[in-house]
Nanobody, 116 residues
Framework: VQLQASGGGLVQAGGSLRLSCAAS????????MGWYRQAPGKQREFVAH???????TYADSVKGRFTISRDNAKSTVWLQMDSLKPEDTGVYYC???????????WGQGTLVTVSS
């Protein structure tokens, strides 16, 4: 599977961005699709994920500001990011998990920079 993420950029605090990640290749039996981020000098951290059925989970730091959505037919996941803060700055990676497969599949990342 290949994951192509896009939508990152530079935005002022309080602004919005929408990230997208499209999967290609093996696009059947996809369970979870989600987003992680890595700030400079920090470890990669969980942001949000969504199941095939549409069940969502968010990190506490983004609850109420970020919304994850998914189109199973297009094997695409989006992350709508509102009320952005400087601490949201980082490289955002999409991740995919298949049913009955313990491996994580990662996209290449897209940079989000939030200026104060």
């Amino acid at each position: 599977v290949q994951l192509q993420a896009s939508g990152g950029g530079l935005v002022q605090a309080g602004g919005s961005l929408r990230l997208s990640c499209a999967a290609s290749g093996i696009i059947r039996n996809i369970n979870l699709m989600g987003w992680y981020r890595q700030a400079p000098g920090k470890q990669r951290e969980f942001v949000a994920h969504i199941s095939e059925a549409g069940s969502t989970t968010y990190a506490d730091s983004v609850k109420g500001r970020f919304t994850i959505s998914r189109d199973n037919a297009k094997s695409t996941v989006w992350l709508q990011m509102d009320s952005l803060k400087p601490e949201d700055t980082g490289v955002y990676y999409c991740k995919l998990n298949y049913y009955l497969d313990p491996r994580d599949y990662w996209g290449q990342g897209t940079l989000v920079t939030v200026s104060s």
